[in-house]
């Protein structure tokens, strides 16, 4: 190690080896406590009670990794002279890339929606592809569905599954009970959720920050709950099968004669069906987007918007911040209906299981690993999320932990989400594009 | 299972219901301890840098891991005599208290300090992200089916036997739990008040900035509460495995959940609000599903949350939050 660091990997670096050599022997003890109890040792059940089984090479080689890892760190990023940031950029290269990105920023979301009008007719699209995209979508409309709530309103909600799943078990029940179609139950489907949102919303309103986070997170569970135990409603654990699918117009994707295939004289393919799927939620995706943009610059988005950076003064104004609210949790739910009873025709099957506290967390992850507020963000941030999810599909047992420490090395590397500036949906005379650090997004006033 | 146990008594008791009360009384006081104990570990935190530590919970869960790998290394059984197991619990409660600290002490250190003075939603984004990677962690390392441990300590004491055979029982493990937490209280009550860290740690939460003016180091205040919250944490995980008897990787995820709620009930940032609110939410959730449904249980616990929230936002023993323009 000495030889390393005299000679140094480059000129100009500078390592302090016993300030070095004392935290790599601290990173290998608390390695030690965290690694060698967990992984060296295991319980197994064996004939009466536990056994013990010792893995102590396993421990010892992610030991090993960590010590080693650190003192890559150390001799790479923190071995710097001191007053300099180990990550700064110049000056010049900053305002470049920001002058760059600035123009691909503007060309980007067209780009993004004409690739996602005509994806699924290229050539390399397939049944996989296909999936995956209505999925990413499905979290794209989640995302700009929460976006309202967090992103506009500064509501934090950490049960907006909740509302997902109040909207995919109306269309099954609906469908169950009394035969509705998809179409009947789509907008059936937004009222109840934006009804369970105003429901949810006039107990929480005098509620704030995180406080306001976990009474949404403790309604998404009492709402799994309920239709975990509701057996003879909701079927329980079991969950409801046989959910029908969407027509088209009133066309069956099937085979038979008066088919979608038939009645355009195409050959039959069950491609069709999924195609028409992924165009479905495109649509309602965009119907989310457009309403959203809509809505900032109508008087209840700019509400929306000023409670965020200051509920004390809006009231001043004389503004209800009652209705206010309600309108945001409302509005945020219905989206999540709609997006909710996509996702029951989509599978055909649902259950409490769907709609765990992981599923809020992943969409709240997604609105702010894009940078709250920012529409563009939380498509980059599901293609990410959920396309990383596909990669690592592999390594089935590991995918979540990856996850998991994803979400925490990207939120430590952007705070403010991957797309960081915001552009105000009111100005002067031109646009300019502010730094996320001067909204009070997800303050959660 | 032991309230399964109380539910088929209430229909065999149909008169007295003295004694089913008095039986539920006790259960809840035991649940409301361990309740009480991780949500003290809630409320230090959220006091000092005002911030749900998500991961609170999951560090409850892996402590009971580590309190069930060192009982088994020990090879305790029931068989083994009452002195030399309560001698072994404290290993097993110290190793494990010691172990929980390292793991609460990285969480602050990797996902909470690099996001200190960023916008408030930073660190609860980590915090759930460190929740997911502490449960899938144990869920790889331990495995994903519930690990039954055999009762260590049995026997207790039949406070008062009713006509009809209904024995009101006070168990040992019901006492041992108990005491370990008024002793364990008491100690951190006292540290809270009387040593230096205490005062350094009430320092901050008053006023984070003119504490470090005053030359109070924060960042290691920060680093110790979170430290004396996992050992606490520790103490609860090791009580739930024995009073218990199961533990999987997803326990920390609603008692968590309580406790944070019997930390809001308590009044945060107040100690004594935080046990009386573990006790208030054990009961709660005790008389619950002894006279109504077990299955809404955490329906019930949820709900009371978000009713304390509404009408009593400061909680039971906290101080009112004034709002300043």
Same mark, same amino acid.
């Given at each position: 190690?000495t030889?390393?660091a005299?000679?140094?990997?480059?000129?100009?670096?500078?390592?302090?080896?016993?300030?070095?050599?004392?935290?790599?022997?601290?990173?290998?003890?608390?390695?030690?406590?965290?690694?060698?109890?967990?992984?060296?040792?295991?319980?197994?059940?064996a004939a009466?009670?536990?056994?013990?089984?010792?893995? /102590?090479?396993v421990?010892?080689y @992610?030991?090993?990794?960590?010590?080693?890892?650190r003192?890559l760190?150390?001799?790479?990023?923190?071995?710097?002279p001191a007053?300099?940031s180990?990550?700064? %950029?110049?000056?010049?290269? =900053?305002?470049?890339?920001?002058?760059?990105?600035a =123009?691909?920023?503007?060309?980007f979301a067209?780009?993004?929606?004409?690739f996602?009008?005509?994806?699924p007719?290229?050539?390399?699209?397939?049944?996989?592809?296909?999936?995956?995209?209505?999925?990413?979508?499905? /979290?794209?409309?989640?995302?700009?569905?929460?976006?309202? @709530?967090?992103?506009?309103?500064?509501?934090?909600?950490?049960?907006?599954?909740?509302f997902?799943?109040i909207?995919a /078990?109306?269309?099954?029940?609906?469908?169950?009970?009394?035969?509705?179609s998809?179409?009947?139950c789509?907008?059936?489907?937004?009222?109840?959720?934006?009804?369970?949102?105003?429901?949810?919303?006039?107990?929480?309103l005098?509620?704030?920050?995180? /406080?306001?986070?976990i009474?949404t997170?403790?309604?998404?569970?009492?709402?799994?709950?309920?239709?975990?135990?509701?057996y003879?409603?909701?079927?329980?654990?079991?969950g409801?099968?046989g959910?029908?699918?969407?027509?088209?117009?009133?066309?069956?994707?099937?085979?038979?004669?008066?088919g979608?295939?038939?009645?355009?004289?195409l050959?039959?393919?069950?491609?069709?069906?999924?195609v028409? %799927?992924?165009?479905?939620?495109?649509?309602?995706?965009?119907?989310?987007?457009?309403v959203?943009?809509?809505?900032?610059r109508?008087?209840?988005?700019?509400a929306?918007?000023?409670?965020?950076?200051?509920?004390?003064?809006?009231?001043?104004? &004389?503004l209800?911040?009652?209705?206010? =609210?309600?309108?945001?949790f409302?509005? &945020?739910?219905?989206?999540?209906?709609?997006?909710?009873?996509?996702?029951?025709?989509?599978?055909?099957?649902?259950?409490?299981?769907?709609?765990?506290f992981i599923?809020?967390?992943l969409i709240?992850?997604?609105?702010?690993?894009?940078?709250?507020?920012s529409?563009?963000?939380?498509?980059?941030?599901?293609?990410?999320?959920?396309? &990383?999810?596909?990669?690592?599909?592999?390594?089935?047992?590991?995918? %979540?932990l990856?996850?998991?420490?994803?979400?925490v090395?990207?939120m430590?590397?952007?705070?403010?989400?991957?797309?960081?500036?915001?552009?105000p949906?009111?100005f002067? =005379?031109?646009k300019?594009?502010?730094?996320?650090?001067m909204?009070?997004?997800?303050?959660?006033? | 299972?032991?309230e399964?146990?109380?539910?088929?008594?209430? #229909?065999?008791?149909?008169?007295?219901?003295?004694?089913?009360?008095?039986?539920?009384?006790i259960?809840?006081?035991t649940?409301?301890?361990?309740?009480?104990?991780?949500?003290?570990?809630?409320?230090?935190?959220?006091?000092?840098i005002?911030?749900?530590?998500f991961?609170?919970?999951?560090?409850?869960?892996?402590?009971?891991?580590?309190a069930?790998?060192v009982i088994?290394?020990?090879?305790?059984?029931?068989?083994?005599?009452?002195?030399?197991?309560?001698?072994a619990?404290?290993?097993?409660?110290?190793?494990?208290?010691?172990?929980?600290?390292?793991?609460?002490?990285?969480?602050?250190?990797l996902?909470y300090?690099?996001?200190r003075?960023? #916008?408030?939603?930073a660190?609860?984004?980590?915090?759930i992200?460190?929740?997911?990677?502490l449960?899938?962690?144990?869920?790889?390392?331990?495995?994903?089916?519930v690990?039954?441990?055999?009762? $260590?300590?049995?026997?207790?004491?039949?406070?008062?036997?009713?006509?009809?055979?209904?024995?009101?029982?006070?168990?040992n493990?019901?006492?041992?739990i108990?005491?370990?937490?008024?002793?364990?209280?008491?100690?951190?009550?006292?540290?809270?008040?009387?040593?230096?860290?205490?005062?350094?740690?009430?320092a901050c939460e008053?006023?984070?900035k003119?504490?470090?003016?005053?030359?109070?180091?924060?960042?290691?205040?920060?680093?110790?509460?979170?430290?004396?919250?996992?050992?606490l944490?520790?103490?609860?995980?090791?009580? #739930?495995?024995?009073?218990?008897?199961v533990?999987?990787?997803?326990?920390?995820?609603?008692?968590g959940?309580?406790?944070?709620?019997?930390?809001?009930?308590?009044g945060?940032?107040?100690l004594?609000?935080?046990?009386?609110?573990?006790?208030?939410?054990?009961?709660?959730?005790?008389?619950w599903?002894?006279? #109504?449904?077990?299955?809404?249980k955490?329906?019930?616990?949820?709900?009371?949350?978000?009713i304390v $929230?509404?009408?009593?936002?400061?909680?039971?023993l906290?101080?009112?939050?004034?709002?300043?323009?």
């Open positions: 190690m030889d390393t005299n000679s140094g990997p480059q000129p100009g670096r500078h390592l302090d080896i016993p300030k070095v050599t004392k935290d790599l022997i601290v990173t290998a003890l608390i390695a030690t406590a965290i690694f060698g109890s967990t992984i060296a040792f295991r319980t197994v059940s009466g009670g536990l056994r013990l089984e010792v893995r /102590y090479d421990a010892f @992610v030991i090993a990794a960590v010590v080693v890892g003192l760190l150390w001799l790479f990023f923190w071995s710097k007053g300099t180990a990550v700064e %950029m110049p000056t010049s290269i =900053k305002s470049g890339v920001a002058k760059i990105s =123009k691909v920023g503007k060309g067209p780009t993004m929606l004409i996602a009008l005509v994806f007719f290229l050539p390399f699209t397939d049944r996989y592809l296909l999936d995956l995209s209505i999925l990413i979508l499905t /979290y794209v409309m989640l995302g700009w569905g929460l976006n309202i @709530v967090v992103g506009l309103a500064g509501l934090l909600d950490l049960g907006y599954v909740a997902y799943a909207g /078990y109306s269309y099954a029940l609906l469908a169950q009970y009394f035969g509705f998809f179409w009947m789509l907008p059936l489907a937004g009222i109840l959720a934006a009804f369970w949102g105003i429901i949810l919303g006039f107990p929480v005098r509620l704030r920050g995180d /406080y306001l986070a009474v997170l403790a309604f998404g569970e009492i709402i799994r709950i309920v239709l975990l135990n509701w003879q409603f909701t079927g329980g654990p079991d409801l099968s959910i029908p699918r969407p027509s088209f117009f009133g066309l069956e994707f099937t085979r038979r004669e008066g979608f295939a038939d009645f355009f004289g050959d039959y393919s069950s491609i069709h069906r999924i028409f %799927m992924y165009f479905l939620i495109l649509a309602l995706a965009l119907l989310t987007n457009f959203t943009n809509r809505l900032r109508l008087p209840i988005g700019r929306w918007e000023a409670l965020r950076e200051d509920e004390i003064a809006c009231r001043s104004l &004389g209800n911040t009652t209705s206010v =609210k309600l309108t945001a409302a509005i &945020g739910g219905m989206f999540a209906g709609f997006a909710g009873s996509f996702f029951a025709t989509r599978q055909g099957f649902i259950s409490p299981e769907s709609f765990t599923e809020s967390a709240l992850a997604i609105v702010v690993l894009g940078g709250m507020g529409q563009v963000g939380v498509v980059i941030a599901s293609i990410a999320m959920i396309g &990383g999810f596909e990669i690592f599909r592999e390594a089935e047992q590991f995918r %979540m990856i996850f998991g420490l994803a979400m090395v990207i430590i590397w952007r705070p403010r989400g991957l797309i960081s500036t915001r552009i949906s009111i002067l =005379k031109e300019k594009a502010v730094s996320a650090d909204v009070a997004q997800g303050e959660g006033h | 299972m032991e399964l146990s109380c539910i088929s008594a209430v #229909f065999v008791s149909g008169g007295s219901l003295m004694e089913y009360f008095l039986q539920q009384l259960n809840g006081i649940l409301g301890s361990i309740y009480g104990l991780i949500a003290i570990g809630y409320t230090m935190v959220y006091g000092i005002g911030m749900i530590n991961a609170h919970g999951d560090i409850f869960m892996v402590s009971s891991f580590i069930l790998i088994t290394a020990l090879g305790l059984t029931v068989s083994t005599g009452l002195g030399l197991t309560i001698l619990l404290i290993l097993v409660l110290v190793t494990s208290m010691v172990i929980a600290s390292v793991f609460g002490w990285t969480t602050e250190r996902a300090r690099p996001l003075g960023s #916008f408030r939603l660190p609860l984004i980590t915090a992200g460190i929740s997911i990677v449960q899938n962690y144990i869920q790889i390392t331990q495995g994903a089916r690990k039954p441990l055999q009762p $260590l300590i049995e026997n207790g004491y039949t406070l008062m036997t009713r006509a009809d055979g209904f024995t009101v029982q006070l168990s493990m019901q006492i041992l108990i005491t370990v937490t008024i002793i364990l209280m008491t100690i951190f009550s006292l540290i809270i008040a009387k040593t230096s860290l205490g005062r350094a740690q009430r008053q006023d984070r003119m504490a470090s003016l005053l030359g109070i180091n924060v960042d290691r205040t920060i680093s110790m509460t979170f430290v004396m919250g996992a050992a944490a520790a103490v609860a995980g090791l009580m #739930f495995l024995l009073y218990y008897g533990i999987d990787f997803f326990i920390g995820f609603v008692a959940v309580k406790a944070f709620t019997a930390a809001v009930l308590g945060i940032g107040s004594p609000g935080a046990m009386l609110g573990g006790l208030v939410i054990g009961l709660i959730e005790t008389f599903s002894a006279y #109504f449904s077990i299955e809404y955490d329906v019930a616990a949820f709900s009371m949350l978000a $929230l509404i009408f009593l936002p400061q909680g039971l906290g101080k009112p939050e004034v709002e300043k323009v």
